[in-house]
């Protein structure tokens, strides 16, 4: 019963601060979030030690929301429709930021001035692109990409240390492509979400899906 009421309290702690994302964004104040909880603020320092620990947690649950949705659309394409899986991917970045925009912009906005995330949030920030390195990985195997990206030799290292962490066993030049191409899709649902397509583009979905068939095909990914 006491863990079931604690892990409430968490949640509940946890949807008022997204709420405050909204409005405030980063700028979290436990007070304000205790105001709102209807409790003195030393209740929320059980919870949450400081404003960073509440921002760790609401990081890590947004990378995990993120991760989980690609992970869903990626696995409910055929394991043979290589382009498929990919454009799922992209399509499920795309989704979660537009419903889920003061999430997004937490993960991928400016960063909070004063805070630093601590490493356990890596596994849940490489989650969703971990996807993207199984379609890659197999493409590869399949025999289905070309490595001859001209990789600068300053870079080598930075890719491949990439690798090791999104798709070890596809080759240099394929894991390259593959990451300038995630650069791409957030680079455009950065775009779009923070305002620098208004007055610009208005079929964004068309658009969107246009681009990132383009990628599949700089990757070497079939597409339909």
């Not at 601060?17 to 929320?44: C, E, F, K, M, Y």
């Not at 394409?77 to 990919?86: M, N, Q």
């Not at 191409?181 to 899906?209: H, I």
């Amino acid at each position: 019963m006491r863990a079931r009421l604690r892990a409430e309290m968490t949640d509940e702690i946890k949807a008022i601060a997204r709420r405050h994302l909204a409005t405030d964004g980063a700028n979290l104040s436990l007070r304000a979030v205790a105001r709102d909880l209807g409790v003195v603020s030393s209740a929320i320092y059980r919870y949450f030690p400081s404003r960073d620990d509440l921002l760790t947690a609401l990081i890590l649950d947004a990378y995990n929301a993120l991760g989980g949705s690609v992970e869903a659309a990626e696995g409910a394409v055929d394991r043979a429709d290589l382009g498929g899986r990919f454009l799922a991917i992209c399509h499920a970045v795309r989704d979660w930021a537009l419903t889920n925009p003061h999430e997004y912009a937490l993960i991928y906005g400016s960063p909070v001035p004063g805070y630093a995330a601590p490493t356990d949030t890596v596994s849940a920030a490489t989650r969703a692109v971990r996807v993207l390195g199984g379609v890659i990985e197999d493409a590869a195997r399949a025999g289905l990409l070309r490595d001859d990206d001209d990789l600068p030799p300053e870079a080598v290292d930075d890719i491949t240390r990439i690798r090791a962490t999104i798709a070890p066993s596809a080759p240099l030049g394929v894991l390259d492509r593959a990451f300038g191409t995630w650069l791409q899709l957030f680079g455009f649902v950065g775009f779009e979400l923070f305002g620098q397509l208004d007055n610009v583009v208005t079929a964004r979905a068309p658009l969107f899906d246009h681009q990132m068939r383009a990628q599949a095909v700089y990757i070497g990914l079939p597409t339909p």
